[in-house]
């Protein structure tokens, strides 16, 4: 009796081992390890010129308060449990106060603001509450219709300090993707927020296809401008616009290799009568060709090292992810369920790709990680109509992506385990979204 | 008898986290055996499309009737002929004619007719010039494809040959446009490779028939340009297409 129990406990060991639980993939620090900040609120500096400064005070305070808590690194303390308020400068600070309180409060951050001859003046401090330190103390001079700039600025010299550099902090980054017009599509540019949005082009044709690079100075997309579809640069600073110098009546899904120098894209080129992944100088200049299969290559995007490219290819019957190398070796298939994969877009810190997919059986496209090193798959949209095109922050903690959920497609931003999902556009018709690197 | 319970109670367990532990994967309905499908098979009523190249025709012209027919083993033409279930043929009517074609199959007929009107000219034959627009824009027909897929099916082959035939004996100075279309189901960024690889197979397939490679250009519009904005079967079935358009030359 005993040894058919014994038996038993290790089958059941064995069914337990072989059929694990399916992971789920956390991005926020557990509570117990959390940082907790105390915002304060910026109050008005003194001298202060301007009738107009409360209006800029409050956009400061509640952009800072939704940066902070939208980095997923923090939490933030209710007001109401502050013991102190009004603190414009270090003077006022009374640690006593804050540390008797058992509210395990981490950092206070605090400051003023006023308008002088015309400029905006931001003054802001971060102390830690335990050692009485100073961890940082800035003052920034702008235009005030710049100040939603300065509360970004603010939060990411905050998520750069506290997190030790594991974050630059994306308060800054802007989000490029595409959008519907009477005759096609035209880019726009928002900030990462969902505010601040631009239209990049106007050429009323199709654009398509947008991906920043590595300095945010340029973007390359796909243009129809040309009558037939091919690879441009726009300078997002002056809006000229190049055509990448490659001959063929079918160029698209272009996208910048991490030092700048080169770009991949799939192309059709003279010759050949299926698209295959290339690999050129930004000039046009030593093109390479990776890979070379009679079905179709798209939608390349680089590994942070440069080295590998992951991209789709119907080479399995249907579309499904692959990965080689830059040297052309032969492609290696991730993920080997089938279904509808599409639009992969590698980590900043190359350990995951994300990807939309829609396994066989389902009807819409949800958004998947896939951990490249053990083929291990998370899935971080459900059951909320079509979710595709994911891009990463250049954090690796945030995804921004196009979703119909509510109807017509707009883009939609989420912390890489699925979780915090906010919708950034409510134009409709929102395609492609692509999210920029650091701006320092 | 306690131990048999007990060994029964473990069989139990171990089946039942066999069933729920498993990855993810959906239940699959098994597939019916080929006995079940037998005596349950029904077939399914003949579907016709028959149209003619021309309504009107002066007398002594010759026009072409088309049809195709799915779930059909033969078409019938009355007065004319006995064919297979997709093809065309020409006909000269000396007065207006009304022409009816039958579609037979296993699951009954289909009839559809169609009229064609001969103007009676009084000095005989009346020659109809048509511009190569005209023609293009009158006989050639697109192609349609299934859903992710970019390989011709059977009723696109037949149209291709006759478009390539129009090609090159009726028109073969013109050069045309393939336009790959996709419907908006797909991935934008793959529907842009698939576009491309229809308008390519309806290029190489006329190729093979024998159209000059220098009159055909290609261009994806991937989900781009729907020709049927709506979002159901309907409107996608007519978006996945290979369209073609008239390359209009400057004339010096």
Same mark, same amino acid.
């Given at each position: 009796?005993?040894?058919?129990?014994?038996?038993?406990?290790?089958? &059941?060991?064995?069914?337990?081992?072989?059929?694990?639980?399916?992971?789920?993939?956390?991005?926020?620090?557990?509570?117990?390890?959390?940082?907790?900040?105390?915002?304060?609120?910026?109050?008005?500096?003194?001298?202060?010129?301007?009738?107009?400064?409360?209006?800029?005070?409050?956009?400061?305070?509640?952009?800072?308060?939704?940066?902070?808590?939208?980095?997923?690194?923090?939490?933030?303390?209710?007001?109401?449990?502050?013991?102190?308020?009004?603190?414009?400068?270090?003077?006022?600070?009374?640690?006593?106060?804050?540390?008797?309180?058992?509210?395990?409060?981490?950092?206070?951050?605090?400051?003023?603001?006023?308008?002088?001859?015309?400029?905006?003046?931001?003054?802001?401090?971060?102390?830690?509450?335990?050692?009485?330190?100073?961890?940082?103390?800035?003052?920034?001079?702008?235009?005030?219709?710049?100040?939603?700039?300065?509360?970004?600025?603010?939060?990411?010299?905050?998520?750069?300090?506290?997190?030790?550099?594991?974050?630059?902090?994306?308060?800054?980054?802007?989000?490029?993707?595409?959008?519907?017009?009477?005759?096609?599509?035209?880019?726009?540019?928002?900030?990462?927020?969902?505010?601040?949005?631009?239209?990049?082009?106007?050429?009323?044709?199709?654009? &398509?296809?947008?991906?920043?690079?590595?300095?945010?100075?340029?973007?390359?997309?796909?243009?129809?401008?040309?009558?037939?579809?091919?690879?441009?640069?726009?300078?997002?600073?002056?809006?000229?616009?190049?055509?990448?110098?490659?001959?063929?009546?079918?160029?698209?899904?272009?996208?910048?290799?991490?030092?700048?120098?080169?770009?991949?894209?799939?192309?059709?080129?003279?010759?050949?009568?299926?698209?295959?992944?290339?690999?050129?100088?930004?000039?046009?200049?030593?093109?390479?060709?990776?890979?070379?299969?009679?079905?179709?290559?798209?939608?390349?995007?680089?590994?942070?090292?440069?080295?590998?490219?992951?991209?789709?290819?119907?080479?399995?019957?249907?579309?499904?992810?692959?990965?080689?190398?830059?040297?052309?070796?032969?492609?290696?298939?991730?993920?080997?369920?089938?279904?509808?994969?599409?639009?992969?877009?590698?980590?900043?810190?190359?350990?995951?790709?994300?990807?939309?997919?829609?396994?066989?059986?389902?009807?819409?496209?949800?958004?998947?990680?896939?951990?490249?090193?053990?083929?291990?798959?998370?899935?971080?949209?459900?059951?909320?109509?079509?979710?595709?095109?994911?891009?990463?922050?250049?954090?690796?903690?945030?995804?921004?992506?196009?979703?119909?959920?509510?109807?017509?497609?707009?883009?939609?931003?989420?912390?890489?385990?699925?979780?915090?999902?906010?919708?950034?556009?409510?134009?409709?018709?929102?395609?492609?979204?692509?999210?920029?690197?650091?701006?320092? | 008898?306690?131990?048999?319970?007990?060994?029964?109670?473990?069989?139990?367990?171990?089946?039942?986290?066999?069933?729920?532990?498993?990855?993810?994967?959906?239940?699959?309905?098994?597939?019916?055996?080929?006995?079940?499908?037998?005596?349950?098979?029904?077939?399914?009523?003949?579907?016709?499309?028959?149209?003619?190249?021309?309504?009107?025709?002066?007398?002594?012209?010759?026009?072409?009737?088309?049809?195709?027919?799915?779930?059909?083993?033969?078409?019938?033409?009355?007065?004319?002929?006995?064919?297979?279930?997709?093809?065309?043929?020409?006909?000269?009517?000396?007065?207006?004619? $009304?022409?009816?074609?039958?579609?037979?199959?296993?699951?009954?007929?289909?009839?559809?007719?169609?009229?064609?009107?001969?103007?009676?000219?009084?000095?005989?034959?009346?020659? $109809?010039?048509?511009?190569? $627009?005209?023609?293009?824009?009158?006989?050639?027909?697109?192609?349609?494809?299934?859903?992710?897929?970019?390989?011709?099916?059977?009723?696109?082959?037949?149209?291709?040959?006759?478009?390539?035939?129009?090609?090159?004996?009726?028109?073969?100075?013109?050069?045309?446009?393939? %336009?790959?279309?996709?419907?908006?189901?797909?991935?934008?960024?793959?529907?842009?490779?698939?576009?491309?690889?229809?308008?390519?197979?309806?290029?190489?397939?006329?190729?093979?028939?024998?159209?000059?490679?220098?009159?055909?250009?290609?261009?994806?519009?991937?989900?781009?340009?729907?020709?049927?904005?709506?979002?159901?079967?309907?409107?996608?079935?007519?978006?996945?297409?290979?369209?073609?358009?008239?390359?209009? %030359?400057?004339?010096?």
């Amino acid at each position: 009796m005993r040894r058919l129990l014994l038996l038993f406990v290790l089958i &059941l060991s064995f069914v337990i081992a072989i059929f694990p639980q399916q992971e789920t993939f956390v991005i926020k620090p557990k509570p117990d390890q959390e940082t907790v900040l105390a915002l304060t609120g910026f109050q008005m500096g003194d001298g202060n010129q301007d009738s107009m400064i409360d209006v800029y005070l409050e956009t400061l305070n509640g952009v800072l308060k939704s940066d902070l808590e939208n980095s997923g690194f923090f939490r933030l303390l209710s007001p109401s449990f502050f013991p102190q308020k009004g603190i414009k400068v270090p003077q006022q600070l009374d640690f006593t106060e804050w540390r008797d309180l058992n509210l395990k409060i981490d950092y206070i951050i605090f400051g003023n603001s006023k308008i002088i001859n015309n400029n905006l003046i931001v003054e802001c401090w971060v102390f830690d509450i335990k050692t009485g330190d100073k961890v940082l103390g800035k003052r920034y001079k702008t235009m005030p219709r710049y100040v939603r700039k300065v509360a970004h600025r603010i939060s990411d010299a905050i998520v750069s300090i506290l997190t030790a550099n594991q974050s630059f902090g994306v308060a800054s980054t802007q989000i490029v993707f595409e959008r519907k017009s009477e005759v096609g599509k035209e880019l726009y540019v928002m900030d990462y927020d969902g505010e601040n949005v631009h239209k990049l082009t106007s050429n009323s044709n199709i654009n &398509l296809t947008p991906e920043w690079s590595p300095d945010n100075s340029e973007i390359c997309f796909t243009s129809y401008i040309d009558k037939f579809p091919g690879i441009f640069f726009l300078n997002v600073l002056d809006g000229t616009i190049d055509k990448l110098n490659v001959m063929g009546d079918f160029l698209t899904t272009p996208t910048f290799s991490p030092d700048g120098k080169r770009i991949a894209f799939s192309g059709r080129l003279k010759g050949s009568d299926n698209p295959d992944i290339y690999i050129c100088d930004l000039d046009g200049k030593n093109l390479v060709n990776i890979t070379q299969n009679s079905g179709i290559d798209i939608s390349p995007t680089f590994s942070p090292s440069g080295n590998q490219i992951c991209f789709v290819s119907d080479r399995g019957g249907s579309p499904s992810l692959f990965i080689t190398d830059i040297y052309g070796a032969a492609p290696e298939k991730i993920i080997d369920e089938g279904g509808y994969m599409s639009s992969p877009d590698w980590s900043p810190d190359g350990r995951f790709i994300a990807f939309s997919w829609r396994p066989r059986g389902e009807n819409h496209f949800d958004i998947y990680i896939v951990e490249v090193a053990t083929k291990r798959v998370f899935q971080l949209t459900k059951g909320q109509g079509d979710n595709e095109n994911p891009s990463w922050s250049p954090d690796g903690r945030l995804i921004v992506f196009e979703s119909n959920r509510d109807g017509s497609f707009d883009i939609f931003r989420m912390f890489a385990d699925g979780t915090n999902v906010v919708k950034l556009t409510s134009f409709g018709g929102c395609h492609n979204p692509s999210w920029s690197n650091y701006n320092k | 008898m306690k131990r048999f319970f007990i060994l029964g109670a473990m069989i139990l367990t171990l089946i039942f986290l066999f069933s729920c532990g498993g990855r993810k994967t959906p239940v699959k309905t098994p597939p019916q055996t080929q006995r079940a499908s037998q005596q349950h098979e029904t077939f399914e009523k003949p579907e016709l499309n028959f149209y003619a190249s021309k309504d009107t025709i002066n007398r002594g012209e010759s026009v072409t009737l088309y049809w195709n027919s799915k779930y059909a083993d033969e078409v019938i033409i009355e007065n004319v002929g006995k064919y297979s279930p997709v093809g065309s043929i020409d006909v000269r009517p000396e007065t207006t004619t $009304e022409y009816t074609a039958i579609a037979q199959g296993k699951g009954g007929i289909t009839t559809k007719s169609l009229i064609v009107k001969v103007l009676q000219t009084s000095g005989g034959i009346v020659e $109809e010039n048509l511009s190569d $627009e005209e023609i293009f824009r009158r006989e050639i027909k697109d192609v349609f494809f299934d859903f992710d897929k970019y390989n011709l099916r059977p009723d696109a082959v037949e149209t291709l040959k006759r478009d390539a035939y129009i090609l090159i004996h009726k028109i073969p100075n013109v050069k045309i446009l393939i %336009e790959g279309h996709c419907d908006e189901r797909g991935s934008e960024e793959y529907n842009l490779a698939l576009g491309d690889k229809r308008a390519n197979a309806a290029k190489e397939f006329l190729i093979k028939e024998g159209v000059d490679p220098s009159r055909i250009r290609t261009i994806s519009y991937g989900e781009e340009r729907p020709f049927d904005p709506r979002h159901n079967e309907e409107a996608w079935a007519k978006n996945r297409r290979a369209h073609f358009v008239l390359i209009k %030359e400057d004339k010096r």
